[in-house]
């Protein structure tokens, strides 16, 4: 029997600061996060500088964290997964420093994991049959990604979005409704309460590529919707608008997600990222996949939103097949997918 692989990872792209250690691949034997988001709700947003020093502050002690739930010490970790990229530089460099700092130090593999790829892999924690190929749909706060899982760490890009990422517009139209900061939950919470159908917001086509995203109509479409409101001096039914921008952008996802599947002949869909732990989009996958005769697989919420563990998988992948990353390995804030 093989050895088992124990990897130390590390996720700091964004707000959240978070250390895992995972077996093999699939099998996590901690996964801490620690969340920056009351700080930047006072902002309405992430705010760069205050996120890469809130990491500098918590990401020893979440290490350690994670290595004493794991019940292990640095001796016993095989390789150290870091997050280089695509996220913010300032943030990003906080991990890799930390994960270049523990490789040298204790003489072991580091292996740099590209955040969607972190994502993706997300997936496999908890479905341990899943096995490439799949299709899968990536959507969080920052990228809106169709992409064929050709194999382990080899992805075909089908789809982008061409302006705002899915997750990004939940969280503006969550503002102009005066929902708050995260939006995504928010809406998703409000939109319990509504009709998804009382308005009829724009679904966007990019006429020249079919797996291409475009939010920006519709987020401009509730923008506009809510001031003619205001200009008539009319109260919204917040939990309306909510539903329909919910179900505009849930149903496009979801058609394109599909009809990718069916042509690239996959049988299997999974949806990662912040927005697939939203519940409109995990009822109308299922729905549509169940029509279509597609398995459909999620990771449970907290495996969605930003975290080590999923970065662990992504990178035990990367380590059966090779990859290592030397001391100059540096954050690169629009790394490309499938870029090593
Ligand atoms: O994956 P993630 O934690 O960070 C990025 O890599 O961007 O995703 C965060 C995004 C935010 O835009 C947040 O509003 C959205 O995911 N999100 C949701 C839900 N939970 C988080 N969007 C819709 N419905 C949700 N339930
Ligand atoms: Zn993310």
Request: aromatic share 6%; hydrophobic share 45%; charged share 20%.
């Amino acid at each position: 029997m093989e050895k088992d692989v124990k990897i130390l990872a590390i996720e700091s792209s964004c707000d959240e600061t978070s250390a895992a250690v995972v077996v093999n691949g699939r099998n996590v034997l901690s996964n801490i996060i620690y969340s920056q988001i009351d700080i930047h709700t006072l902002y309405g947003g992430v705010v760069p500088e205050i996120a890469s020093r809130k990491h500098i502050e918590k990401i020893t002690q979440v290490i350690r964290q994670a290595l004493k739930e794991a019940e292990c010490t640095l001796d016993d970790i095989d390789a150290v997964a870091v997050t280089y990229g695509p996220g913010l530089v300032g943030a990003l460099l906080v991990g890799v420093g930390a994960a270049k700092a523990i490789a040298f130090a204790k003489d072991i593999p580091l292996v740099g994991v590209h955040h969607i790829e972190g994502h993706i892999a997300a997936n496999y924690i908890e479905n341990k049959e899943l096995e490439p190929p799949f299709m899968c749909l990536v959507v969080s706060g920052g990228h809106t990604h169709l992409v064929k899982v050709v194999d382990y760490g080899k992805f075909e890009i089908l789809g982008i979005t061409r302006d705002d990422a899915a997750g990004e517009a939940f969280d503006k139209v969550a503002r102009a409704i005066g929902l708050g900061y995260p939006g995504g939950p928010k809406i998703d919470r409000k939109a319990k309460e509504g009709n998804p159908d009382a308005i009829e917001f724009p679904r966007a086509k990019v006429a020249e590529s079919a797996y291409d995203f475009s939010f920006s109509g519709l987020k401009s479409a509730v923008l506009n919707y809510i001031n003619q409101a205001h200009m008539r001096d009319e109260q919204i039914n917040e939990a309306d608008v909510a539903a329909s921008f919910q179900k505009a952008v849930t149903e496009v996802l979801t058609e394109h997600a599909v009809a990718a599947a069916k042509e690239y002949h996959m049988d299997k869909i999974a949806i990662a990222g912040g927005v697939a732990s939203n519940s409109a989009l995990r009822a109308s996958m299922k729905a549509a996949c169940e029509k279509a005769g597609l398995t459909l697989y999620h990771p449970s919420p907290i495996l969605c939103t930003d975290n080590a563990a999923m970065i662990g998988a992504a990178g035990y992948y990367e380590y059966i097949n090779g990859t290592r990353h030397g001391w100059d390995l540096n954050a690169i804030p629009n790394l490309k997918l499938g870029e090593r």
